[in-house]
């Protein structure tokens, strides 16, 4: 199993970057995907997660209407579009399939990649 993220980099606030975690080894079109960040010294966040089906998504308050995930299927790849960056999003961003459990009672682990680091700055 494997989630590879990539888009990260050093950017002046007011701009954008494009993240992307690419995925293999599991069913990626039966996960919920996710994007997390932590920031130094303070604890890892949830940003915003995407449904299997992209039939709904959900965003931390401080990254509404500036951020937005997406997914691929046939890519088996999942998106982070970051806008309007500010210093506040400087940040390690990392990639994440939630785990679940199904109608049988068999549970599917969730997987973490090993993020990307973004800096926002002047």
């Known amino acids: 199993v494997q989630l590879v993220e990539s888009g990260g980099g050093l950017v002046q606030p007011g701009g954008s970057l494009r993240l992307s975690c690419a995925a293999s080894?599991?069913?990626?079109?039966?996960?919920?995907m996710s994007w997390y960040r932590q920031a130094p010294g303070k604890e890892r966040e949830l940003v915003a997660r995407?449904?299997?089906?992209?039939?709904?998504?959900n965003y931390a308050d401080p990254v509404k209407g500036r951020f937005t995930i997406s997914r691929d299927s046939d890519k088996n790849t999942v998106y982070l579009q970051m806008n309007s960056l500010k210093p506040e999003d400087t940040a390690v961003y990392y990639c994440?399939?939630?785990?679940?459990?199904?109608?049988?009672?068999?549970?599917?682990?969730?997987?973490w990649g090993r993020g990307t680091q973004v800096t926002v700055s002047s």
């Open positions: 080894g599991f069913t990626f079109s039966s996960y919920v």
């Open positions: 994440k399939a939630e785990g679940w459990r199904d109608y049988r009672g068999t549970y599917y682990p969730a997987y």
């Open positions: 995407i449904s299997s089906a992209s039939d709904w998504t």
